[in-house]
């Protein structure tokens, strides 16, 4: 049966009479139906009428941009590049692989090593740090970023919750409980807490004068102030606060005996804290210790003889793993990395050559005529 619609209502795109649909009535038709139309809206954005722009590359613009990107990039690379060198970092590997190192009698160490295996690194720096020294402990094959490892630690007996100080989360597992007790801190990270005890000397005369070294403030702000944080109770007696728990099975002490500061102690030991911010690469560093400096008319370290004393504890050799230690300044960019100065160098000089290549090309070429004679 043929059907007969108006032009109009062909244009809209429906007739004015049902059609029918599979599985249902009449689509339109009859009075008070909602018409039904695929037809986007009458609108700047579905039908595509937003004002837009469209850059022309011409010499005119690609040029001065090359040029511009060239100028500006070189001379910020060269700043950053000469702040990084100028900042002072001396490094000393004491893994004791080396049969000439004194530490290589400690090589084998275990966790639990009683007394522990100590070892002195005698050095000389050449030049004097002049501002504020941060001395850092690197390890290198460690991976910390291992997706088991990360998340092996319960964040909510980490913040201080009792419940969980008690019962930890199952993500600890195989490190949430010992004996039948609760493991505080729980998990794989807090387990492998890296423990080497290390101190500065400097030697005058054969004499031996220690260097101070600050063990507060090491720590981010929000780490030691909002995701860590003791149980609830008695902050001065953290023994008791512990009461039920036991230590990590690699630690020598539970960790309400870390230190003997009670602001220092327990979760919210700024060594703890630093180790447990994850590293995302095997070979890292964290900040272990600061130097202040005591006032401006002397270096904070002179340039002269030292000596660092290891409390060699923290076994590496089994995984072929290495141990440092760092003494670093740092600039208003941080700590030594030239490859950022050496990163915009290279992007400043690649523009500034290839804006002089086009430019020769645009000058060699650009006004030719490029019309061709059509024959008759």
Not at 151 to 179: A, H, I, M, V, W
Not at 280 to 295: D, G, M, Q, S, V
Request: net charge positive; with cysteine.
């Amino acid at each position: 049966m043929a059907v007969n619609y108006s032009a109009k209502e062909e244009a809209d795109g429906h007739p004015s009479g049902g059609v029918g649909v599979p599985g249902g009535g009449a689509v339109g038709g009859g009075s008070g139906g909602a018409v039904k139309t695929r037809k986007p809206d009458n609108t700047a954005f579905k039908q595509q009428r937003l004002p837009a722009w469209q850059p022309i590359l011409t010499a005119g613009t690609v040029l001065p941009a090359f040029f511009i990107i060239g100028l500006i990039f070189i001379p910020i690379g060269i700043g950053i590049f000469v702040t990084s060198n100028n900042i002072r970092e001396y490094e000393i590997d004491y893994t004791g692989t080396e049969p000439s190192s004194p530490c290589n009698k400690c090589l084998n160490v275990s966790w639990d090593s009683t007394p522990p295996c100590t070892c002195i690194i005698n050095f000389t720096l050449e030049h004097s740090f002049e501002s504020n020294v941060f001395m850092y402990y690197g390890l290198s094959n460690f991976y910390q970023n291992h997706r088991r490892y990360v998340k092996s630690r319960d964040d909510s007996q980490l913040n201080g919750d009792n419940s969980s100080l008690l019962n930890p989360s199952k993500e600890c597992e195989p490190y949430r409980t010992n004996e039948d007790k609760p493991i505080a801190p729980c998990g794989a990270i807090a387990n492998s807490m890296f423990n080497d005890t290390l101190e500065l000397y400097r030697i005058d005369n054969d004499t031996q004068t220690p260097i101070t070294l600050i063990k507060k403030g090491i720590a981010w702000w929000t780490d030691k102030n909002v995701k860590f944080r003791n149980p609830t109770g008695d902050g001065n007696n953290l023994t008791a606060l512990f009461q039920g728990t036991t230590k990590p099975v690699n630690w020598p002490k539970p960790v309400y005996m870390l230190d003997t500061e009670p602001d220092n102690n327990g979760f919210i030991n700024e060594d703890f804290i630093v180790w447990m911010r994850t590293a995302a690469l095997p070979t890292f560093r964290k900040l272990y210790r600061l130097i202040e400096r005591k006032n401006n008319l002397q270096p904070t370290l002179q340039a002269g003889k030292y000596s660092l004393h290891i409390g060699y504890n923290y076994p590496v050799h089994s995984f072929d793993g290495r141990k440092r230690m760092i003494l670093s300044t740092i600039s208003w960019m941080g700590g030594k990395n030239p490859f950022l100065g050496i990163a915009y160098i290279t992007v400043g000089s690649i523009c500034f050559f290839l804006g002089v290549v086009l430019l020769i090309i645009h000058h060699k070429y650009g006004n030719r005529n490029t019309s061709a004679d059509i024959p008759n």
